[in-house]
């Protein structure tokens, strides 16, 4: 299994600066498949809620060392969750949440592209023009 560790259209910056891992959580998404996202019960083990209440929902992620590594040692997990969420935690707040959770559900096969939000907004007004012009005047 290949996992995400450097975006190279992006240089490091600063650890405060989440750009990086930013950027490799999307093109990773964007490459990803349906089949790709794993059902992560060893999360539940870990920060129990809100996922073993409610509805029991589990959180769906892509592959990641930290997923594939705690997924097989559920009950250490559970003696272990305070210092793994911790780790979580600070990875996240590092720039580097793609080591631990790539968050995507079923959907993620449905990405093909990442696009600056400049460019999907152009497309919106575009694309919103054109149904304007064909709808129907009022009288």
């Known amino acids: ?19 990086l891992g930013f950027e490799v959580r999307q093109a990773t ?13 060893v999360l539940n083990d870990i920060q129990p809620l809100p996922g073993t209440v409610g509805y029991g929902t589990v959180l769906r992620s892509l592959h990641t060392p930290f997923i594939d590594e705690w997924s097989t040692k559920r009950e250490e997990a559970r003696r272990l969750r ?9 990875r996240a707040q590092a720039g580097r949440r793609h080591e ?3 968050t995507a559900g079923q959907t993620a096969g449905g990405i093909r592209e990442v696009l600056p939000v400049a460019e999907i907004m152009r497309q919106l007004i575009a694309e919103t023009k054109m149904a304007l ?6 009288n």
């Open 1 to 19: 299994m290949a996992y995400p560790t450097e975006c190279p259209l992006y240089p490091p910056k600063d650890q405060k600066d989440n750009r």
């Open 29 to 41: 998404r964007a490459a990803a498949q349906s089949e790709d996202a794993v059902k992560v019960d």
């Open 82 to 90: 305070e210092r793994l969420w911790a780790d979580i935690t600070a």
């Open 100 to 102: 631990t959770l790539l």
């Open 133 to 138: 012009w064909r709808a129907p005047k009022p």
